[in-house]
């Protein structure tokens, strides 16, 4: 059973940093994009930033451009999200997502 495991979220003043992780199991994933998203309270789930297996190719919304990093370790199965200078409005939930797997998400709220 293949599973996606976030982890990372949490509470953080407007400026700091997170690192978020998402570990895949029951799987090998090693050749496929892999993707965060999130969503916040009353909008639409949205993409945050993308990956390809090799690395080599990135792709960030414009929203976190500069700011987040996405990175992978594919002998570890596992991706992840540095965010730094967050702001209020990266408050969301963060899902993992690769193929047609989703992970249960994980809060990350930013204060003023």
């Known amino acids: 059973q293949v599973q996606l495991v976030e982890s990372g979220g949490g509470l953080v003043q407007a400026g700091g940093s997170l690192r978020l992780s998402c570990t895949a199991s029951?799987?090998?994933?090693?050749?496929?994009?892999m993707n965060w998203f999130r969503q916040a309270p009353g909008k639409e789930r949205e993409f945050v930033a993308g990956?390809?297996?090799?690395?080599?190719?990135?792709v960030y919304a414009d929203s976190v451009k500069g700011r987040f990093t996405i990175s992978r370790d594919n002998a570890k199965n596992t991706m992840y999200l540095q965010m730094n200078s967050l702001k209020p409005e990266d408050t969301a939930v963060y899902y993992c997502?690769?193929?047609?797997?989703w992970g249960q998400g994980t809060q990350v709220t930013v204060s003023s």
């Open positions: 997502h690769t193929a047609t797997y």
């Open positions: 029951g799987g090998t994933f090693n050749r496929y994009t």
């Open positions: 990956i390809g297996w090799s690395s080599g190719n990135t």
